[in-house]
């Protein structure tokens, strides 16, 4: 594991959830209703391997992927402090999904229509958006349905 990628640990999750990009904070209330900490606790609770995203000694971003029968959903959430690590991060985010994808040959998850941020760095990984639901969630918003299949 590289030195600016770590297991995820609580103290992250708090660090994230006090700084966390409003469009993730925004996704998180319209599709579950919770906290943002209580979705990253659950996060890191339920992922394999959650992965913490350092930049100079500051969690920027978490992710990580829930077995979901067959497949994996993948997650992640940050800081608006990812965007210092923007290159570093793009660099290594191919691989480290065609890595998750070995374990998991299908690949899924929702997104809030409105993060644009978050639908193009997806479509720019490879994900394919399969369906859009018009009320989805606990605000029942716009959500696109992704996929991406090994």
């Known amino acids: 594991m590289n030195s600016w990628m770590q297991i995820a640990t609580e103290e992250d999750c708090k660090y994230v959830a006090k700084h966390i990009r409003l469009d993730d904070k925004n996704e998180i209330y319209a599709s579950s209703g919770e906290l943002p900490i209580t979705a990253l606790l659950k996060g890191i609770k339920y992922s394999e391997l959650p992965i913490a995203i350092y930049h100079k000694n500051k969690c920027v971003a978490i992710f990580g992927v829930v077995n979901w029968g067959n497949s ?34 299908i690949i899924h998850n929702f997104v809030d229509a409105r993060n644009t941020v978050h639908i193009n760095w997806l479509r720019w990984l490879g994900f394919n958006f399969i369906n859009k639901q018009e009320k989805y969630g606990h605000e029942e918003r716009p959500f696109y349905e992704f996929v991406r299949i090994e």
């Open 72 to 105: 994996g959903c993948i997650w992640l959430l940050g800081t608006d402090d990812i965007k210092l690590l923007k290159i570093t991060f793009l660099r290594h985010c191919k691989a480290v999904l065609s890595f998750l994808n070995k374990r998991h040959k």
